[in-house]
């Protein structure tokens, strides 16, 4: 029997119980503070498949998640009391034989992306500090999901928001943002990254706006540690894991995550990623800073890669104070196309619709699996929703006409075939 499999006396099935997939993992959240964790009944583990494996994963044999129709809990006084505790889910088709991968989803939260953490706890920190009153502006510089998160927690405490973004990132991330009613200020393509940070900075010196220093301020990693880190050491307590997987895009979540595991978990392995074609870390060249700690110039071994919220053209602060603490015990670097493809993979194989980021760290917890004593249990994080990138690469080979295959089914049946016109 599965190592990780509880006795059917500690976690008796109810078959005459509704039985509950995915989304209700959300439902574990029972408390209206938005800190508090509920642990979910944990029940029998079905054993993995092999990796893309042609069998479909057998039917659901046990509950590990609230019934349907029991509720979320008490309501929430706002939105950001949604943020955090979500769930990890078991990777079927796409895992090793003999061993086990999880992804904790973020885009659980609720704009869709692990970013709505860093964005409650600056502003919940500055709110505390005295550094925010009614009517501000916040600005930040953002590859899109932070901007999206901030937005969102500007638009629910009643504060003026602007993003400064670079141009290359995807247009809906901008239509987002301006939806939840934030001005989203678009830089040159030729300033990369650190083109909007200098941006940002500069507008907030000259209308003395709020600005938030994702990639420096301590209320980012702090956050994780508080949270994302228990998270998933609760959710496995008592089964235990052997590897955690992620990437970086401020480091947030490696820094305050990866803290939180190897101070309670020691034994964990911690794999970081980045793209292989802008190995920041791999190359041992430290970022030159200015006093507040951002950027002073774009690194040299940075090249433009596919993987947005990724790895920006400078090593952030908050990455680099984590390197620090000597926690990263494996380094993987993404080949070109790896992301795409298994952010492909997981939508097609396992219904998992997350983002380029996500593709990236999967392949890098698949590839750890491979090279993983048998039975080894990896933790990966999938950062944000497919649905962001719509006008990117991952949906470049996806058609929004019917292909022939389409046309040859609707033409199986007489009625209401919509035949392509002719150019």
Avoid at 142 to 154: D, E, L
Avoid at 232 to 241: A, P, S, V
Avoid at 300 to 323: C, M, S, Y
Wanted: charged fraction near 20%; charge should be negative.
């Amino acid at each position: 029997s599965n190592r990780f499999a509880q006795s059917a006396q500690d976690q008796p099935i109810q078959t005459t119980t509704v039985k509950m997939k995915l989304l209700g993992a959300l439902l574990l959240l029972a408390s209206s503070t938005h800190g508090a964790f509920v642990s979910p009944a944990r029940k029998e583990i079905i054993r993995g498949h092999s990796f893309i494996s042609e069998k479909r994963p057998s039917a659901v044999k046990s509950l590990h998640a609230k019934a349907r129709g029991e509720g979320y809990g008490e309501p929430l006084d706002n939105i950001s009391e949604a943020v955090g505790n979500t769930p990890m889910v078991k990777i079927n088709r796409l895992c090793p034989e003999g061993r086990t991968i999880y992804a904790k989803c973020e885009y659980f939260n609720p704009l869709s992306s692990v970013k709505d953490r860093l964005a409650l706890s600056i502003i919940e920190t500055a709110e505390k500090e005295g550094k925010l009153k009614p009517g501000d502006t916040v600005i930040e510089a953002t590859s899109g999901n932070t901007g999206i998160a901030v937005a969102m927690m500007c638009a629910q405490r009643g504060y003026n928001c602007v993003i400064t973004m670079a141009e290359p990132f995807s247009v809906e991330r901008r239509k987002l943002m301006r939806m939840l009613g934030a001005k989203v200020i678009v830089t040159p393509k030729a300033g990369k990254g650190t083109g909007m940070v200098e941006k940002a900075a500069e507008l907030a010196e000259e209308h003395g706006w709020f600005l938030c220093h994702q990639f420096e301020t301590e209320a980012n990693w702090k956050f994780h540690e508080e949270t994302t880190g228990p998270e998933i050491c609760n959710d496995l307590e008592g089964k235990g894991f052997d590897y955690w997987v992620t990437g970086y895009g401020t480091g947030g979540t490696f820094h305050g995550a990866g803290k939180y595991i190897k101070a309670n978990k020691p034994d964990v392995k911690i794999v970081l990623a980045e793209p292989g074609a802008a190995n920041l870390i791999a190359s041992g060249i430290p970022t030159e800073r200015n006093p507040d700690g951002s950027p002073a110039s774009s690194h040299p071994a940075f090249k433009p890669h596919p993987i947005q919220g990724w790895t920006p053209d400078f090593i952030p602060k908050v990455l680099e104070d984590g390197n620090k603490l000597n926690i990263m015990d494996e380094y993987i670097a993404i080949p070109d196309g790896a992301a795409v493809e298994t952010s492909q993979a997981l939508a097609k194989n396992e219904g998992i619709l997350t983002g380029i980021s996500g593709g990236a760290t999967m392949w890098a917890a698949i590839e750890t699996a491979k090279n993983a004593p048998e039975g080894s249990v990896i933790v990966c994080m999938l950062p944000d929703t497919g649905e962001r990138y719509l006008s990117t690469p991952l949906f470049a080979s996806i058609a929004a006409d019917m292909n022939e295959e389409e046309l040859e089914i609707a033409r199986s049946t007489p009625s209401h075939i919509l035949e392509p016109v002719e150019a």
